[in-house]
């Protein structure tokens, strides 16, 4: 298996344009992870899926930020529009049943300019 | 709400020495456990998690996290620290609310 797939490795963008980045997770897992990686705020969960469904959205900043799932093997988080407080390395992470562990993807250097 | 709490955000130690990286939790019911370790430019990876039986887990490279319910502790432990082991590392804990929340990370440094 590949494990978690993140695309892309880098982005560097400009305030106000719109970015989205990818997620493949590991198959036969049923939840998907996205967390936010900065120095001064460590990691902090985004969202979180099961089975394609979005359980809990409270660690989305604000509306500018959208995440979907639309089938088993597929994530994307969206920025829209994005700011230079955003910059960040953004990670996604998937794992088969509650209790075991999350694997996780190489991460998405964000730099907003 | 469930936290995880590592007290020290830089571990100095000597190669061959014994290390100890701390770790406190707050969750409502049984706990799961986990820790991991981050490399630079690198996703967090899988070390080693309690989720019920010996206090005394072993995971991978060596390392070793006892669990102690009264003092709500994990911390990790490797008996003879390796160069090779200077990196990020991150406490997790998840309750029953099932998504995995994560410590501000220590950073440990072997030094030769």
């Known amino acids: 298996d590949a494990g978690v797939i993140q695309s892309p490795r880098h982005e560097v963008t400009e305030m106000g344009q719109e970015v989205t980045l990818r997620c493949k997770p590991i198959?036969?897992?049923?939840?998907l992870f996205w967390y936010r990686q900065t120095m001064m705020r460590g990691l902090e969960l985004l969202i979180y899926?099961?089975?394609?469904?979005?359980?809990?959205d409270s660690g989305m900043p604000e509306d500018r930020f959208s995440a979907k799932m639309p089938n088993a093997s597929f994530s994307t988080l969206k920025i829209q529009p994005s700011e230079p407080r955003d910059s960040a390395v953004y990670f996604c992470?998937?794992?088969?049943?509650?209790?075991?562990?999350?694997?996780f993807g190489s991460g998405t250097q964000l730099s907003v300019l | 709400a469930q936290s995880v709490a590592q007290p020290e955000d830089q571990v100095n130690v000597a190669e061959g020495n014994p290390l100890t990286v701390k770790c406190t939790y707050s969750?409502?019911?049984?706990?799961?456990l986990f820790w991991y370790v981050q490399y630079p430019n690198r996703g967090l990876q899988f070390l080693l998690k309690?989720?019920?039986?010996?206090?005394l887990v072993k995971g991978s490279y060596g390392f070793e996290a006892e669990f102690n319910k009264s003092q709500t502790s994990f911390h990790l432990k490797k008996p003879s620290a390796l160069v090779s082991d200077s990196a990020l590392y991150f406490c997790?804990?998840?309750?029953?609310?099932?998504?995995?929340?994560f410590g501000s990370g220590t950073q440990l440094t072997v030094l030769p």
């Open positions: 198959s036969g897992h049923n939840s």
């Open positions: 969750v409502s019911g049984n706990p799961y």
């Open positions: 309690y989720i019920t039986g010996d206090n």
């Open positions: 992470a998937s794992r088969g049943t509650a209790g075991e562990k999350l694997f």
């Open positions: 997790a804990v998840s309750g029953s609310a099932r998504q995995l929340t």
């Open positions: 899926f099961n089975n394609n469904v979005p359980i809990d």
